[in-house]
């Protein structure tokens, strides 16, 4: 049987899943823009493709730790929307 997680590791953990929340809006968010994404928008420089499967991994993350059953109070809305978001960006 694993470990529990310490309250420390669950709180990294949830600020890792918030920052794998935000790729995964910030990927598609840059997509939205077409020609007008620039330098300086997140992933401007990947293809459609390799757009898709950041975001298929970021959500694969955000699945697993979302699933864990030893979460407090912490509010998973904004992952859930990610994860949702995600979803249907990759189709």
């Given at each position: 049987m694993p470990e529990a997680r310490t309250d420390e590791l669950k709180a990294q953990n949830y600020s890792a899943?918030?920052?794998?929340?935000?790729?995964?809006?910030?990927?598609?968010?840059?997509?939205?823009?077409?020609s007008d994404a620039t330098v300086e928008d997140f992933a401007h420089e990947?293809?459609?493709?390799?757009?898709?499967?950041?975001?298929?991994?970021?959500?694969?993350?955000?699945?697993?730790?979302v699933a864990l059953d030893d979460w407090g109070s912490e509010d998973m809305t904004a992952v859930n929307a990610a994860i949702?978001?995600?979803?249907?960006?990759?189709?």
């Open positions: 899943m918030l920052n794998g929340a935000s790729v995964i809006n910030s990927v598609i968010a840059t997509h939205n823009k077409g990947m293809t459609h493709d390799q757009k898709k499967a950041r975001v298929n991994r970021s959500m694969g993350y955000l699945k697993v730790m949702s978001a995600g979803t249907t960006f990759v189709g």
